[in-house]
């Protein structure tokens, strides 16, 4: 069983602060890592991806891989009001993406004025 | 440049009966892939299509099916629904298997 696990939260954070997501992935042979930011009632919005050990960033998002750990990260700095949201955590496997995207649950973050 | 459309946004369907949910890709992209996502959970995927062929199916039942037209746009077909089937279905595209997926808006199914 291919599994993404995630803290549902919620996970409260001051405006301003960072905020730390985490994801843990299960299969060994996953190759690509998503985030996505999904507003209530809305459709999931990709925000990063990162397909290779590291960090990668992006304006105020950086998306870190650890491959040997099975481990993915998303930090969001400066956190702002908007930001509350669902964050979702996605992986494909190593069948050549034909399985599709594989979700966690979903943290929900909330950012406290 | 247009997102992925779905249509419709929302729908309302009676226990046996069968929906069609459409989706139009990002211009370019070649790859259609459908998710459903109910209440408190992470979307599942349901299948992907690539260049008109069925490339994946998630554990669906055979009364979920799908196809992708010369222009790649795509159909989802949900037969004999059950209240169960009532979530938030989701169309992504992306330009092969492996690249990027943007998703639409969804439809909305509401099974009674």
């Known amino acids: 069983q291919k599994e993404v696990e995630q803290n549902s939260g919620p996970l409260s954070v001051p405006e301003g602060a960072i905020a730390s997501l985490n994801c843990t992935y299960s299969d060994r042979g996953s190759q690509s890592f998503f985030w996505y930011r999904q507003y209530s009632g809305k459709s999931p919005e990709l925000i990063m991806f990162?397909?290779?050990?590291g960090d990668k960033e992006d304006g105020r998002f950086t998306a870190q891989l650890n491959k040997a750990s099975q481990y993915v990260s998303l930090l969001i700095r400066d956190s702002q009001p908007s930001d509350s949201a669902t964050y979702l955590c996605?992986?494909?496997?190593?069948?050549?993406?034909?399985?599709?995207?594989?979700f966690g649950k979903g943290t929900h973050l909330i950012i406290q004025p | 440049d247009a997102g992925v459309t779905q249509s419709p946004t929302h729908l309302i369907k009676t226990r046996g009966q069968h929906v069609t949910l459409r989706c139009s890709p990002i211009s370019g992209h070649k790859s259609v892939s459908w998710y459903q996502q109910v209440l408190g959970q992470g979307p599942q995927f349901i299948f992907q299509?690539?260049?008109?062929?069925?490339?994946g199916r998630g554990n669906f039942p055979d009364r979920f099916s799908a196809r992708q037209f010369p222009n790649y746009s795509s159909e989802l077909n949900v037969n004999a629904l059950l209240l169960g089937d009532s979530a938030l279905y989701l169309c992504?595209?992306?330009?092969?298997?492996?690249?990027?997926?943007?998703f639409g808006q969804g439809t909305r199914l509401t099974v009674v």
């Open positions: 996605a992986v494909t496997h190593s069948g050549g993406g034909a399985d599709g995207l594989t």
């Open positions: 299509y690539y260049e008109k062929e069925e490339r």
């Open positions: 992504a595209s992306s330009l092969t298997l492996v690249n990027e997926a943007f």
């Open positions: 990162i397909y290779s050990n």
